[in-house]
Nanobody, 119 residues
């Protein structure tokens, strides 16, 4: 089983930055895509960004140009650099990992880290 731990959230003012981290671990699993999702109060969880095993990235329109996703595949670690934060970015952010073991694909989620943007 893969364990996923996300961290780095906090309280910041509009326009400031935060960097989220995600660490995945598990014997016998190969990690393919990694990504971030977020869920604001009273709303459904939404996709934020994805990075593939080859380093290709994609972003939701709402964060494009402000957020940058990256990964260190050797360490099974992923990051989300969030700049120019807005109050509407306030949410619990979840790390998502797609793993392969033999021929079986599985999903794993972090526990979530709270990001609050407020003046």
């Amino acid at each position: 089983q893969v364990q996923v731990v996300d961290s780095g959230g906090g309280l910041v003012q509009p326009g400031e930055s935060l960097r989220l981290s995600c660490a995945a671990s598990g014997n016998g699993y190969r990690i393919t895509n990694m990504g971030w999702y977020r869920q604001a109060p009273g709303k459904q969880r939404e996709w934020v960004a994805t990075i593939t095993g080859t380093g290709s990235t994609d972003y939701a329109d709402s964060v494009k140009g402000r957020f940058t996703i990256s990964r260190d595949s050797a360490k099974n670690t992923m990051y989300l650099q969030m700049n120019s934060l807005k109050p509407e970015d306030t949410a619990v952010y979840y790390c998502h990992v797609v793993t392969v073991r033999d021929t079986t694909l599985s999903n794993a989620w972090g526990q979530g880290t709270q990001v609050t943007v407020s003046s």
